[in-house]
């Protein structure tokens, strides 16, 4: 079930990637701070610490990483 | 203790040393740094106190190399408990490995332990190298990993690929009842994230992660309830665990954003779950952002798992008293204040990059758990 519902958003994800049409100068908004996936990176990390520590499950952190797309 | 005393040393020093002597072996003057401490204070319901001290440094080069280490530093006290050594409610506390009971003299003590931990990380734009050590009394863990990304359609798309693997080291204290055999435990971790600009407002980040672990995964200090008796808990050796999550990301009028969150979760052992979350910032005057969180959990409870096991056998030969493999479903509510100087310092000056926060959440789970995290973070770029 997991594997269908990544590869569905996976290849969503693409697909999207092909019809994009935002220029950077029209990323002002995206380049916010409070925009950003990872300004939250550091307290994510420390919270899935003492989660794990009270879930069943783990992950949704962002692992190893991925670019913001908006520089 | 001696051995892991000496890897912390050398992690410290060495991580001292490569920054600046990287630097200056190939050249690279310093562009723009950070230090950031964060203090994060936990009790829970169980009178559980965790006390965290980190500090992460962040360097960036010229030529944009970036070098990051930081240090944690985490004490744990577990207060005299009112029940019998390896009782259900004399074990668990917040890290994964538990209070141990050497004898019935010292299971009315509060206890205590520490963790201390390192981290290195050389990373560069599309590339990322880390290195991670901990250490406890009891457990050393140390984990590489790396990480490559790619922008593609003009920088509206992104495409990343992590990995990492990790080797603990597991030497349970001497317990009364519980099992004090050296172990150790393996982590491979793959993941690969997605993220697409929708729009000048929006973006989505789409991310599937998969773990495979082996080794000791059970609690060696926590004993099952069978039959009127106690086992030692024992849970499977190896667990393929995998989730898929999704993130959106919206800009609100009036400077504000809200980020949506959604993860599904499960695991060879039976666990499914389903986390849902919303994080809403608000910019108040130029210097101040307030962030509302709330976030839901749902779970399953693995295939092994009873609440009364009637053989020693327990469920396909497994047997746990791990609470966190049961079914329930967990709520998390928080705010926090984020505050830069800048303004009030001026631009330029030493202390200009100095920024506060503060923050509080409340969790709470229909096991009847519940837990307060104070967190408080002075953060100076220059």
């Known amino acids: 079930m997991i594997r269908r519902r990544s590869t569905l958003l996976l290849l969503v994800a693409i697909l999207l990637g092909g019809c994009a049409t935002v220029k950077p100068y029209e990323k002002e908004r995206l380049a916010d701070p409070i925009m950003a996936f990872d300004a939250e990176a550091e307290e994510d990390a420390r919270e899935l610490h003492w989660i794990e520590a009270r879930e069943g499950s783990t992950g949704g952190a962002g692992g190893a990483g991925g670019g913001c797309a908006c520089n | 203790m001696q051995l892991i005393r000496a890897s ?147 920088e509206n798309f992104n495409l990343s690929f992590g990995a990492s693997y990790g080797w603990d080291a597991i030497d349970p204290l001497e317990d009364a009842d519980g099992s004090d055999a050296a172990d150790h435990r393996n982590t491979a971790y793959a993941n690969v994230v997605a993220t697409q600009v929708l729009t000048p407002s929006t973006v989505l980040r789409v991310g599937y992660e998969r773990f495979w672990v082996g080794g000791l995964q059970h609690n060696p200090y926590r004993n099952v309830y069978v039959a009127g008796g106690n086992e030692i808990e024992l849970h499977p050796d190896a667990r393929t665990r995998q989730d898929v999550y999704l993130r959106l990301n919206q800009y609100l009028p009036l400077r504000a954003s809200l980020k949506l969150e959604a993860k599904a979760y499960s695991d060879d052992w039976g666990v499914t779950s389903t986390t849902l979350g919303a994080r809403l910032s608000q910019y108040v005057g130029e210097s101040i952002v307030v962030r509302y969180r709330y976030r839901f959990y749902d779970q399953s409870s693995a295939d092994f798992y009873s609440d009364d096991y009637t053989t020693p056998g327990g469920i396909d030969g497994f047997r746990t008293a791990d609470y966190r493999l049961s079914a329930f479903d967990a709520h998390l509510f928080g705010t926090r204040i984020h505050w830069s100087l800048e303004s009030i310092l001026g631009d330029g000056g030493t202390w200009s990059g100095l920024a506060l926060q503060l923050g509080y959440e409340r969790y709470f789970n229909s096991n009847n758990f519940s837990a307060n995290i104070l967190e408080a973070g002075v953060s100076l770029g220059f």
């Open chain 2, 8 to 154: 912390l040393l050398a992690g410290l020093v060495s991580a001292v040393i490569v920054v600046p002597a990287h630097a200056a072996l190939f050249d690279l003057p310093l562009q723009e740094q950070n230090d950031a401490y964060v203090f994060q204070f936990f009790s829970d319901v169980d009178d559980i106190r965790v006390t965290t001290h980190q500090n992460r440094y962040d360097v960036t080069l010229e030529n944009d190399f970036a070098l990051s280490l930081g240090l944690a530093h985490q004490t744990v006290v577990i207060p005299a408990v009112d029940a019998p050594p390896g009782s259900e409610d004399a074990v668990d506390a917040i890290t994964t490995a538990s209070r141990p009971i050497r004898d019935i003299g010292d299971a009315y003590e509060e206890y205590a332990r520490t963790r201390k931990e390192v981290q290195f990380d050389l990373s560069r734009p599309g590339l990322g190298l880390g290195y991670y050590f901990s250490s406890e009394e009891d457990y050393l863990a140390q984990m590489v990993r790396a990480q490559w990304d790619r922008d593609f359609a003009n």
